[in-house]
Each structure stands twice: as C-alpha cells, then as structure tokens.
C-alpha cells in the first residue's frame, strides 16, 4: 500500500479521492490547508502527493516549495487555474505532473500509477552501476548525483532526464523523444523539458559543472563537450 497525501480544501472532492485511492488499496490522508499539509506530511512521509494550489492558509506553491526542502516524493499539482505561469512555477519548484480540474478520474489515477512505479523501481534499484560524463558521476542505484566532491540533489524527474542524456552521450535529443523517455505516457507538454533542463542545468553548474546540457537551436538537447566540434546527430532514444 502506498501513503497518498491529498491537499485539497474541498471536502467533497478530498472524499471522492480519497475513496477513489482506498478502491485501488492505497492510502490516503487528507489536509485542507497549507500548514496541515506540510504538517502531515512531516508527520507520516507520503509516496506521492496530490496538491491543490488554492488552499486556506497559504497557497500550494509555498507548500510545494516547503515540501521539497525535505522530501522527494512525486507531486502531482490539481487546480481549476490552467494558467502557463502555474504551470511552469510548479514544475520549476519541483512538481512532477499538473492536471487541471475538471479532470478524468481515471487519468488521475493512470499518472498515480505511473509515479508510484517510477518509484518503486527506484527502490529496487539497478546494481551498482555508474554513469559519468565530464565530472558528473551518477549512482543510478542509489539515485545520487555528484560533481566532483559535491553532492548534487534533483527532484525524481532531474535525475531521470540527466540519467536518459548520460545513456545517450553524443546525441542530440528531439523534446519529444525525452518527453517520450523521461515522461513516457504522461501528458504533459514540450515546456516541461524546458523548464527541467533548466533546473537541471542550473544545479549542475552551481556544483562546478560547465556546461553541462546543451541547447541545439531548433532540435533539442544533448549532454555538453569540451569538443566543440562534436558531431550533432538526432537519433532515437535508447532506453
């Protein structure tokens, strides 16, 4: 079973969720305000997150923004506002999905699924293996991420999208092949790998990365080089 936090003002839309989520056996526990959220979710660590960005006591990206200092658990943000600038907010602060209501319950608990087997597949692990580029080191196991001596610390979908570019070294990949990838059958658009790359380019170069990812005009992104004179070429994404 996994613990499902719902932070939701609504009572009656908090209730069909939570019996929506005890239907498919897992566990939900509800807060209908910003400091309950934060509070319980201290209290008793949930494996995923659905958040309302409209909350009494302060609003869902402040809790987003609180939340992340201490958990990694995956967010999906639910909102009546279907507003570009929420959107990309809560993906820069470290949401993982956005769903605008009214939406399809079985959507909902599609993409719940997806994340919770992300999850769960990270739990187990994969060896030991180590992926390096340049002074990046990532532990795919462990799920740690370094830059020399520095440790670097990504939100789940950072360290997928940085984990998809190391497998593919020297290839420019299209948005849509990372969307296809990193988010698999998620709806989600080509702004989110955007706004990924940036956070993720961002965290490298603070921990002494140079140029980490970079940005080929019109096609896509690839891992960065010394070697100017790399040659470019789009493939398909290897798994």
Do not use: C
């Not at 929506?20 to 509800?30: G, K, Q």
């Not at 949930?46 to 967010?75: I, N, Q, T, Y």
């Not at 949401?95 to 209501?101: F, G, I, R, V």
Request: hydrophobic share 40%; aromatic share 4%.
């Amino acid at each position: 079973m996994s613990t499902i936090l719902v932070v939701e003002d609504d009572p009656t839309l908090s209730e069909t969720l939570a019996y929506n989520l005890r239907a498919e056996e897992h566990v939900p526990v509800l807060a209908a305000d910003a400091p309950s959220a934060i509070r319980l979710a201290r209290e008793r660590p949930p494996d995923l997150v659905l958040l309302d960005l409209m909350l009494p006591g302060g609003s869902g990206l402040e809790v987003l923004k609180d939340l992340r200092s201490f958990s990694s658990a995956p967010v999906i943000i639910l909102t009546a506002r279907d507003d570009d600038l929420d959107r990309v907010l809560g993906l820069e602060i470290g949401a993982d999905d956005y769903m605008t209501k009214p939406f399809s319950l079985r959507v909902l608990l599609a993409r719940i699924k997806a994340n919770l087997r992300r999850v769960e597949l990270d739990r187990l692990g994969q060896g030991t293996q180590v992926l390096r580029h340049g002074p990046v080191n990532v532990d795919v196991g462990s799920r740690t991420v370094y830059v020399g001596s520095h440790t670097v610390t990504l939100q789940p979908k950072e360290f997928d999208l940085l984990v998809h570019l190391l497998r593919n070294p020297a290839r420019v990949l299209t948005r849509e092949q990372i969307l296809h990838s990193v988010w698999g059958h998620e709806f989600v658009g080509e702004r989110t790998v955007d706004v990924h790359v940036r956070r993720l380019r961002a965290k490298l170069e603070a921990a002494g990365a140079s140029n980490p990812v970079r940005t080929v005009h019109g096609v896509g992104y690839a891992l960065g080089s010394d070697r100017d004179s790399l040659e470019e070429r789009v493939v398909e994404p290897v798994s």
